[in-house]
């Protein structure tokens, strides 16, 4: 990618840091690598939010808590990060309650997801929904673009997509991926390709599709055998846990970040097999050299006694020259 300058974020102030490279497109932004090993956490379905109904905000806080004592080099939120993307209200309880993300320094980049249209579909008007989302991470200037990359050390890039507009093959977005995912896989430093998005590409059948989100399969599953790169993919929006392997792809669905749970029946080929039906959790990655570590970090809000955390989940990702 051509860089024509670079904007050192608001809350950059010691490394690691986070810069923002503008260029004829979407931003891409750099998280430096504190050193060998690079830990970040991504999840998503936080729906933070004063309505008690729709969330569960002791869930919801306490993944925040044991996110800030990760302190991990960057944040991913894969969509639905407030319940209604047009209540100003809902993204001032999301800064008010990752107050100490901020203290810390810690970058977040957000996908955005349904919910972060909530309240505009009726007028047919998108744009006080995404003036909300793009003021809230003003030092990200994201604005007008709603789909960006994130460079996480010299060896993973993430291409965080916005699953609510087009992936058809032809449209924008679809070009821009495309290019980013042939660009990263020329680059020798590259190891890994981290996909987010909101609707996840591969999950649970009981679940209908959204919208374009079996376009980001088709492609990976033509393009991945392809790949000298190794390919994750990261979507929310079921409020559960789940982990897949399609065509050399890692597919994940993190949505249990605090919206109200959503059993799943674990079918066709799903790898976790978790037992639990509701599983608030984050995904914990560990980088360090041609091995990209997973772990789901599960926090039981019902728990009567001992640990309410564990880690039910884990795999690898290799680099295979």
Request: aromatic share 10%; proline share 7%.
């Amino acid at each position: 990618m051509r860089l024509r300058g670079a904007l050192l974020l608001a809350w950059c102030v010691s490394a690691p840091c986070a810069l923002a490279c503008a260029s004829d497109g979407p931003p891409r932004f750099h998280v430096a690598a504190p050193g060998a090993t690079l830990t970040f956490v991504v999840y998503g379905d936080t729906r933070f939010t004063q309505l008690d109904h729709v969330a569960n905000a002791p869930a919801r806080r306490a993944l925040v808590a044991a996110i800030s004592r990760e302190n991990p080099a960057a944040i991913l939120i894969g969509g639905d990060l407030v319940y209604e993307g047009d209540a100003a209200d809902d993204y001032a309880t999301y800064q008010s309650e990752t107050a100490e993300w901020s203290r810390r320094k810690i970058p977040v980049f957000p996908a955005l997801g349904n919910h972060e249209f909530r309240g505009c579909e009726a007028r047919r008007d998108d744009s006080p929904c995404l003036e909300n989302w793009w003021r809230t991470f003003e030092p990200l200037s994201l604005r007008p673009y709603r789909w960006y990359s994130v460079a996480l050390g010299d060896s993973l890039l993430a291409l965080v997509l916005d699953s609510d507009l087009s992936l058809k093959p032809g449209s924008a977005q679809r070009a821009w991926l495309e290019r980013q995912i042939s660009d990263g896989d020329s680059d020798a430093h590259v190891r890994f390709i981290l996909v987010l998005l909101h609707y996840p590409p591969v999950r649970d059948p009981i679940f209908p599709r959204a919208k374009d989100e079996a376009e980001v399969q088709r492609y990976l599953s033509a393009r991945a055998p392809s790949l000298r790169t190794r390919v994750i993919v990261v979507g929310s929006h079921i409020h559960n846990y789940e982990r897949f392997e399609r065509d050399g792809v890692t597919y994940l669905v993190s949505g249990g970040g605090g919206a109200e749970p959503l059993p799943v029946l674990r079918m066709s080929g799903e790898l976790s097999r978790l037992k639990t039906s509701v599983n608030f959790h984050y995904l914990r990655f560990t980088l360090q050299g041609e091995r990209l570590t997973g772990t789901m970090v599960r926090f039981a809000p019902s728990a009567r006694a001992g640990d309410p955390w564990s880690e039910p989940d884990r795999f690898e990702v290799t680099y295979h020259h």
